[in-house]
C-alpha cells in the first residue's frame, strides 16, 4: 500500500511539473477548424473568398511530411526553390507573369518543414508569400486558374497562425483572429486584435475558464523586416535574418548581411517585460491566468532591400553584363512597386525621404509617396530633376507594367 501511495503521488508531483521540462513534441498546427478570422472585407483572407467563397483549408496541403519524403521536400526546397525565391515570395526574375502556382509551392513547402525546427525564418518566407506573390495574384482582373491557386493557398496558409508544442503555443502570423487550443496539456482560448499591415500594433489576449497559474510557453515570431532597418543581399529576393540570432544560420541565408536594429518593446499585462528570445522568437514563460494580455507595435518605417543585379546573367546570357545596384521598398510585411517607366529612366538615392501619402487602396493599404531623381542628367543629388512618385504595395496592383526593383545611386 505504501508502494501504491508512493506512485501515485510521484505521478501528480509529475503532471505539475512546467511543460518546458518535459521532452519536447513536434510542433503541430492548430486545426483550420479551431481558429477564426475576423473578416472585413479587406483582409487577406476576405480578399481570397472574394475569388472563390467556397474554399476552404485543406488539411493535406500543410500535413508535415516523414522520413524520406521529407528529405525529398528539402531537397527540392535547396536545388530548386530557395536559389530562384523572390523578393515577393515566388520564384524567379519575371514579376509580370501569373505566378499563383509557383508562390502556392513555396508557401506549402515551406509549412511543410517548419514543424522540424520552428525557425522563425519560414514564416517569414510564409507572410511575404501571403502579403505580396499571393494577393497580388488574387488581385488580377481577369478570373483564372492561377488566380484560383492563389487563393486556396492563402485560406490553407491562415491553418499557420498559431501552432503548439507541449511547452506552449506559437504566434506565427499577425492576423485578427481567435483559436481554441485543446491539447493534453491545456485548454484555453486566444484572441488576436491587430491592424496589420496598416499599423504594427498587436494585443493577444490569453483566456480559460477556470485557468489560474498555468505554466507554459508563449511564443511570438518577430518579423525579419521589424528588426532590421536594411538587408543586402546577393540573391533575387533572399532574406537573411538577424546576426544576433545564431539559431538562425540556415542555406538561405547564404550571401547575405543585415543591419540589427533595435527591438520592439513587449508588454504583458500593461508592464513592459525583457523576455529572451530563440529561434527569431520572444518566448514568454510564466505562469498564466485567465484574462492575461500581450501588447507590442511592430515598427512600420519603410526599409530597403538591396542587391547587385546583372541582367545577362538572371536571362541566361553568355554575354557579361555591367551590374547594376538596386533597391525595393518593403513597409512591414508589404512590398511596394511603382510604374515600370518611372523604374527605367530615373533612380533612387537615400535622400529621397518615403513618407505615407493621403490616400491608400481600395483594400486600405497605405501607398507611400517620395521621388526619384532623372538618370538622363547628372548623377548628383543636388542637380538632377526630380519626379514624385506613388509607391504601391505588389498585393493591391492589378497590371502587369509595375516594378518593383528601382536603380540606385549612392
Known amino acids: 500500500m505504501p508502494r501504491i501511495l508512493a506512485s501515485i503521488l510521484l505521478t501528480a508531483f509529475l503532471l505539475t511539473l512546467p511543460a518546458v521540462g518535459r521532452k519536447r513534441e513536434p510542433i503541430r498546427y492548430v486545426s483550420a477548424d479551431s481558429v477564426v478570422v475576423w473578416s472585413d472585407g479587406t483582409d487577406i483572407q476576405s480578399r481570397a473568398l472574394a475569388v472563390d467563397e467556397r474554399l476552404r483549408p485543406r488539411p493535406s496541403s500543410y500535413e508535415p511530411p516523414r522520413g524520406k519524403q521529407l528529405r525529398t521536400v528539402r531537397q527540392v526546397w535547396q536545388r530548386e526553390q530557395m536559389p530562384q525565391l523572390n523578393v515577393v515570395g515566388s520564384l524567379g526574375e519575371n514579376l509580370s507573369h501569373e505566378q499563383g502556382t509557383q508562390a502556392a509551392n513555396v508557401l506549402y513547402a515551406a509549412m511543410k518543414q517548419y514543424p522540424f525546427d520552428g525557425q522563425a ?3 517569414d518566407i ?18 483564372s486558374a492561377e488566380q484560383h491557386v492563389a487563393a486556396q493557398a492563402i485560406v490553407d496558409g491562415m491553418s499557420g497562425i498559431y ?3 507541449n511547452e506552449g503555443i506559437y504566434v506565427n502570423l499577425f492576423v485578427n483572429s481567435s483559436a481554441h487550443i485543446c491539447t493534453d496539456q491545456y485548454n484555453i482560448y486566444i484572441d488576436q486584435l491587430t491592424p496589420m499591415p496598416l499599423e504594427g500594433r498587436v494585443k493577444i489576449r490569453i483566456t480559460s475558464p477556470g485557468m489560474n497559474q498555468r505554466h507554459f510557453l508563449l511564443r511570438i515570431r518577430i518579423p525579419q523586416w521589424a528588426i532590421s532597418e536594411s538587408v543586402r543581399t546577393a540573391e533575387m529576393g533572399g532574406m537573411a535574418r538577424s546576426a544576433d540570432l545564431p539559431a538562425q544560420k540556415n542555406s538561405t541565408n547564404t550571401g547575405s548581411e543585415t543591419a540589427q536594429g533595435p527591438l520592439p518593446q513587449l508588454y504583458v499585462n500593461g508592464r513592459a517585460e525583457d523576455v529572451p528570445m530563440a529561434n527569431g ?9 485567465s484574462g492575461d494580455e500581450v501588447f507590442f507595435d511592430l515598427p512600420m518605417t519603410p526599409r530597403f532591400i538591396r542587391r547587385t543585379y546583372e541582367p545577362g546573367r538572371a536571362t541566361g546570357s553568355t554575354k557579361r553584363s555591367r551590374p547594376v545596384r538596386q533597391i525595393a521598398v518593403q513597409r512591414g510585411p508589404l512590398i511596394y512597386a511603382t510604374s515600370a517607366a518611372e523604374a527605367r529612366t530615373h533612380y533612387f538615392t537615400k535622400n529621397a525621404a518615403l513618407t505615407i501619402a493621403e490616400a491608400g487602396t481600395p483594400w486600405g493599404n497605405p501607398q507611400l509617396a517620395g521621388s526619384l531623381y532623372d538618370d538622363r542628367s547628372v548623377p548628383a543629388d543636388a542637380s538632377a530633376p526630380q519626379t514624385s512618385v506613388l509607391l504601391t504595395p505588389w498585393s493591391d496592383i492589378r497590371h502587369d507594367d509595375a516594378a518593383i526593383w ?5
Open 406 to 410: 528601382l536603380r540606385e545611386i549612392r
Open 163 to 165: 501552432a503548439t508544442d
Open 126 to 143: 510564409i507572410e511575404r508569400t501571403l502579403w505580396n506573390a499571393l494577393l497580388h495574384q488574387c488581385a488580377a482582373p481577369q478570373p
Open 281 to 289: 522568437y520572444w518566448v514568454i514563460a510564466r505562469k498564466w491566468n
Open 121 to 123: 525564418q519560414w514564416f
